[in-house]
């Protein structure tokens, strides 16, 4: 039977992460090019949009990340953080909505690495994008190489996620020069003013954009999942969140700024669009190899990327499973390389049948596209609990020595800073699910999306009842042992 999780942390994990690979983390998992291009797509009010989503709220979940991983700094991160604040079932359910949420972003992401490789070759092989049979092979190639990377230890994976985040900060570096280019050759390809900028938030299409851009900045909570496999833990995450919070920041504002200048706005594509401004810049200022250049680092950068979520969302079954309330199995630990091999090995056959059927066929395309708006809705309902989590936990550890009072101002403070995160997280639960443009039926469209949502926590309630169920049989035929 796998060990108890003990107050030290979970027996057999290895401490192979430090502040620096915080942070290549951190910017490998959420700082999203095709955020960045889909933001883009608005033209300069954009910009504005990337400053509200970072005030409303990167930057209350940087504080509530820091202070909650002070006070619960082991592996489980936000699983233990809603178990302490409101008991075993939330604490389940939070892991359990986290978990198959990413389920179904992982092929959202190997879907767009897939059509991003392409665009080192470019011409005829561009036609592959269509392709289910290239798509499957890429996607399934690159999902369990990336776990079989992750069974061999988190001190080999690592080196994924650090190539993710060097890379894509290369990328970042790439957009400015090539934007600073077409700004001194040829002027602003985007025509940009003070009126421009101002978003025009009573617009549907920009508050989904604004949902966007809040969903963009998710991610800092991916880190602490991994909190007995990171080297004095609490005061590395601190340190990781502040400089990669700021350069993600400053990232997204000043990279939509080059597109702007390299593209005009209305050209911009949501999916390639990076790629395709460079190389709009390169042909425009006979410097062909950085459209070159920067497929090869996007390409790089989603790969690093997928191997953060890979890395860090297969804790939350593994960490579950300690608790009995999943298969026990799922909660062993590799003799030798000291990973949750088993827990990486059933969520990489999770994902492989998600993908295949995202790639099956228009009809069930079209279900995955409805399961990647419950995704976003999943994912915030998810961060409601987590920013809900401060408050409560503060307050009980009041007049106790547990963990550490980050955030300064005292119990006000605290409690604006959970409302805030909490308004900002329900406002892009709504908006991810309102029906897109154009749909066939949007009062089914929304029926299905949020009876997903209720269906999957449905799921989970039953899944915790049972396990609850198998612990009090446990816990009840150990008594009887000990009486004899």
Known sequence: MPAEPTNGGVPGLRRALGTVDLV???????????????????????????????LVFFVPSGLTIQELSSRIPHEGGLYLWTRAAFGDRHGFLAGWAYWLSNLVYFPSLLLFGSGIF?????????????????????????????????????????????MGGITTIAIMVLVFVGGLIAWRQFGSATPISRSSLVPHLKSLPTLGMLA????????????????????????????????????????????TLALLVAMPSGRISAISGVAEAMTAVGQRAAIPLIGLTAAILLTLSNIGGF????????????????????????????????????????QAAAASVVLLTAISGSAVHEAFLLLIDMTAALTSI???????????????????????????????VCWLISAVGVAATSFAVVVSLIPPAGSSNPALFLIKGVGGCVLIFLVGAIFYRQGRRRMQREQAAAGAVGKN
Not at 215 to 232: N, S
Not at 307 to 333: D, K, M, S
Not at 384 to 405: D, E, K
Request: without cysteine; charged residues 10%.
């Open 382 to 412: 998810v961060w409601v609990y987590i920013f809900a989590s401060l408050p409560v936990l503060r307050w009980r550890a009041a007049g106790q020595n547990a963990g550490v009072a980050l955030i300064p101002g005292g119990p006000v």
């Open 24 to 54: 290549l983390l951190n910017v490998a998992a959420i700082l999203g090019l095709r955020w960045l291009s889909t933001v883009a797509t608005v033209g300069p009010a954009g910009l504005s949009i990337w400053v509200i989503a970072f």
């Open 118 to 162: 392409l665009q080192i070759f470019g011409g005829s092989a561009l036609s592959l994008a269509e392709s289910p049979m290239y798509n499957g092979i890429f996607g399934l190639a690159m999902l369990w190489a990336t776990t079989a990377l992750n069974i061999f230890g988190l001190k080999r994976a690592k080196w994924l996620q650090n």
């Open 212 to 255: 966007i851009a809040i969903l963009a900045y998710q991610g800092l909570e991916l880190g602490p999942i991994m909190g007995d496999e990171i080297r004095d833990s609490s005061r590395s995450i601190r340190r990781a969140i502040l400089i990669s919070g700021l350069l993600i920041a400053a990232t997204y504002v000043v990279g």
């Open 307 to 346: 191997g953060a979520w890979v890395t860090g969302t297969a804790r939350l079954p593994f960490v579950i499973g300690l608790r009995h309330y999943l298969p026990e199995r799922l909660a062993a630990v590799h003799p030798k390389y000291g990973s949750p091999y088993v827990a990486l090995l059933v």
